[in-house]
């Protein structure tokens, strides 16, 4: 990095886990990321996978990957490796095998008897519309079903024909007996337990009921010895939910659950579901289409691992709003690749420049290094000939105030080469400029020409050299900050139709033998990156901008 990466700012999290370790409350600390297995990950998870994967190696503890997969309608072994591979390519290692709630059906179907022995769980067969209207509202207790007094020996026999198979998807559920009076909805008998016949990922048909997520997941960070589980803001009010099914149970760990403010980021969304929905009706190319907030999206655009990291120290782990501008997660991934990404030239919008005091069929090359800063990083002949391409945007016939790069009779710097001169412009039938007509000095190879200052510098390619690329521009993918902050309008409306233009280029021949995902920055107009997919040996050089090189989101 080129400015000094953030140090490690203390928050409320390491202040527990330091006042923890000091009591001698836990001797070392044990975390979890815990994603269901139901999409890909997206840039609020990379902020979660920062905060428990990094609190273990500052403090040298674990962080456990594990799934939960309890809901096997949505989950899928595609999606699973995907998360797996997230986390490996943000630099991060699990600690053991990963691990999976599904290993853990058995010891949860275990303790569920356990709670209807001791008279804390029931079989209940009220139908869902029922179990609504008792559940009350919120200013409104809620009241008892019929089946909350059942005795104990007939719920475990249900429970178990449950288990078993002998009722119907939907007819009967367990439920734990917590209080229906309590002004905390979570606290009012849930349900913990529900039978659906559906094939698991990884149990297959073996069970055709399911635990659900809230008294899995206490149980899961139980048995693996999690110290601190880390969760999102959401889950303050299942808090409580949390510590009763563990201090109902004879499970000797009870972990505590802290909860932090989600991230979200402005112009994007973060929700699994609805990046789903933009995969589903093709609004983008997939999960990793490079203008998904998905990690695997902004791995294919360029970002940096490091990158994505040092944003996620910036945002910070709090308890108040989290919702922070895109510029930050393109400043961080920025300023990494300022120091490490190679430089070329490219244009992508070219215009023609032939070189009228340049001897037809002649190359003259001179040696450029790749990185000003960074010998180390090699050097590459830049070849220069009578055709050469610029920007079209480097050129004005009637140029501003102030203008320093190409005008008729201006001259400017060709970048590692010499000042250059247009003398005439060339124009089709429709007025459009579509060629220039210029002159070089040849005095001014590698020194300033005499009597006079040029103070433009362009990028430029000869034509004769450069290979054609097909450039992929990305914008913002909605037009809104927020897009979906209003429930009553479909967040796709705010689509940015723009969010993609392609565009043929040309960039110099030494990007040809790029492996896929090679960062460059192209001089003067942003970091580019091979594509992952499409960027093959042979195939055609297919690059993604990454970011542009100055902010030009800021208003
Ligand atoms: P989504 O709402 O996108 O489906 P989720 O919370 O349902 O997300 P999980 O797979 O359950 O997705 O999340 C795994 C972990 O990542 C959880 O601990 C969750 O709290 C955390 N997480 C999810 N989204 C964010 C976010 N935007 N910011 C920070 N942490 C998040
Ligand atoms: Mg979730």
Redesign the pocket.
Known sequence: MSSAPTPIVSNFIRTIIDADLASGKHGNIVTR????PN?YL?V??A??ICLNFGLAQDYQGKCNLRF?DTNPEKESQEYAQSIQNDVRWLGFEWNGEVRWASDYFEQLYQFAVELTEKGLAYVDDLTPEQMREYRGTLTQAGKSSPSRERSVAENLDLFARMRAGEFADGSMVLRAKIDMASPNMNMRDPVIYRIRRAHHIRTGDVWCIYPMYDYTHCISDALEGITHS???LEFEDHRPLYDWVLDNLSIKCHPRQYEFS???LHYTI????KLLQLVNDKHVSGWDDPRMPTISGMRRRGYTPDGIREFAKRVGISKSNNTVDMSVLEGCVREDLEAKAARVMAVIKPLKVVVTNFIEGQTESRVAGFHPQHPEFGERLVPFAKEIWIEADDFSVNPPEGWQRLTVGGEVRLRYSYVLRCDELIKDAAGNVVELRCSIDPDTLGKNPVGRKVKGVIHWLSVEHALPAEIRLYDRLFTVPEPDADKNVDFCTYLNPKSLAVVQGWVEAVVREAASETRYQFERLGYFCTDRYAHLPGKKIVFNLTATLKDTWEK
């Open positions: 990321f815990p994603p269901e999409g997206h609020g998870h902020k979660s939960d880390l969760c999102t989600r991230l979200e973060t929700s699994k579901r």
